[in-house]
């Protein structure tokens, strides 16, 4: 009887070695290919060729290097590259000072057969004209001036002198948003992220301070609102940041609405988005 009970520990101790040793195999598959697919976006993001008459490549047309933010929908599907599982994406910033010169959002999708997806997708805040292009992926974009409007936002207060306390002040001021998208005639309510996309600061252009906060279904940033002070009083401004039809409301009154974008692989005008297939490990 002893002998069997020693027979049976030992066994499910062997099945337990075997199933870490599985688990294990399988985590360390996982975290390579998360660092894969990472190092697969920062190298396109290094690809991207600048060009401009009306700015300098340094410092508007370089890329801040790590993302803004990097987040993952498995739900979410290409249509138009028949790819289904946004297994990872990253926000990157163009321009090193001041408002951000444009966001570049880069995703990756994988199908169920395997097959990779690199979708690219443009956003200018820049009302100078500007070029992207990436010869490698042959993208292209031609950035017409931006959508971004910026108009005063009354506030309780003026723009606070610490940092630290203009940074509560936006948030509060960004709660006052509310954003909707709509997905196959189903609208989805988007959520402020809790941590602004970016934070700035220009002395050439009078801002003393400025953010632009996020509105995303679930962790997917759909719409950009800008938020910027000078030394007496508030601006804001609303942006789109994918291709769904949008509108946003400030205080419960509409401010801003986007038709859906269903032109991809456009290479002109304030947004594009296009997509091509890549090889993933």
């Given at each position: 009887?002893?002998?069997?009970?020693?027979?049976?520990?030992?066994?499910?101790?062997?099945?337990?070695?075997?199933?870490?040793?599985?688990?294990?195999?399988?985590?360390?598959?996982?975290?390579?290919?998360?660092?894969?697919?990472?190092?697969?976006?920062?190298?396109?993001?290094a690809g991207y060729d600048f060009s401009s008459d009306?700015?300098?490549a340094d410092p508007s047309g370089t890329f801040v290097p790590k993302p803004l933010l990097r987040y993952s929908d498995a739900t979410r599907d290409l249509m138009d590259a028949k790819a289904s599982g946004l297994v990872?994406?990253?926000?990157?910033?163009?321009?090193?000072e001041g408002?951000?010169?444009a966001l570049v959002v880069l995703e990756i999708y994988l199908s169920a057969e395997g097959k990779g997806t690199l979708a690219h997708e443009f956003v200018s805040l820049s009302e100078e004209k500007f070029s992207l292009t990436h010869p490698q992926h042959s993208v292209a974009w031609e950035a017409s001036g931006t959508d971004l409007e910026l108009a005063r936002i009354t506030a309780d207060r003026p723009p606070a002198r610490s940092a630290p306390l203009?940074?509560?002040?936006?948030?509060?001021?960004?709660?006052?948003?509310t954003?909707?998208?709509?997905?196959?005639?189903?609208?989805?309510?988007?959520?402020?992220?809790?941590q602004p996309l970016t934070r700035y600061?220009?002395?050439?252009?009078?801002?003393?301070?400025?953010?632009?906060?996020?509105?995303?279904?679930?962790?997917?940033?759909?719409?950009?609102?800008?938020?910027?002070?000078?030394?007496e009083s508030w601006k804001y401004g609303v942006v789109r940041l994918g291709a769904a039809k949008a509108t946003v409301d400030l205080d419960g009154r509409e401010v801003a609405s986007f038709p859906f974008f269903g032109d991809y692989g456009r290479r002109d005008g304030t947004y594009t988005s296009t997509s091509h297939a890549v090889e993933l490990p």
């Open positions: 009887m002893r002998q069997s009970v020693k027979s049976l520990v030992a066994v499910a101790a062997l099945m337990w070695l075997q199933a870490s040793f599985a688990l294990g195999q399988e985590g360390a598959a996982r975290e390579a290919a998360v660092k894969s697919r990472m190092a697969l976006m920062q190298a396109t993001v009306e700015l300098k990872d994406a990253g926000v990157w910033r163009l321009g090193m408002r951000p010169t203009r940074l509560t002040q936006m948030r509060s001021l960004a709660h006052r948003f954003a909707k998208e709509t997905i196959n005639d189903n609208v989805i309510k988007c959520r402020l992220l809790p600061e220009s002395e050439t252009n009078g801002i003393l301070d400025g953010a632009v906060f996020a509105f995303a279904n679930g962790t997917n940033p759909e719409i950009g609102v800008v938020l910027e002070a000078d030394k």
